[in-house]
């Protein structure tokens, strides 16, 4: 059996991140002792759902602003109404929030600053302080699904963002079923998943960057099991 993961995201050899990524899904695949295939979907090729229905999985992945918000959603809202295994780091965290936002709590003005900096709903907005480039600590939630991947209370990852969960609608983003999963020292959300649902989380930090030091990366891991 071979599984099958889409990228959502506009490749970029030159983002850290993509370059990560493309080490993590083979080491993971290595590991687990499976066949698996990539691909990269551009954004402005998600004008449907017609080619999303051959994926097992899917990675939204850093990289925004996407050239297409629209594809990016479309293929998230596919993922989350489908069942399928949803993993989104940094912008794919950013973006999976916004179209929870529209899509099930019906909030339809709802966007992301850095591409509607006037927009009175912005669920996604400016840090406090910039993660460009950022390493610090992270601690889960007890009984989540992303502490029992880790196996640890909390782990060290890197960021590469400014923009993240505007406090003005934490609470009633996350107050069910959509969940708060890790935060850093401060208590600022770093990491949400979807109660039940197969396999749905997002991180606003790069759990993928661990593969260009040759380290193992759970997350990615556990989406391709998910997927089997």
Known sequence: MT???ALIGDHNDKITAHRAIARALPQAAAA???????DWLATPTITDETALGMYDAFWCVPGSPYKNTAGALLAICYARENAKPFLGT???FQHAIVEYARNVLGWTEAEHAEESPDALLSVIAPLACSLVEVTNTIRFVR???IARIYEEDEAVEGYHCNYGINPKFAEKLLHGPLVATAHDASGEVR?????????FIGTLFQPERGALQGARVPLVEALISAAL
């Open 3 to 5: 599984i099958r993961i």
């Open 32 to 38: 687990l002792q499976v066949r698996l295939e990539f």
């Open 90 to 92: 940094c912008g794919g």
């Open 143 to 145: 009984g989540s699904r």
């Open 191 to 199: 990491a949400i998943e979807l109660e039940g649902h197969r396999f």
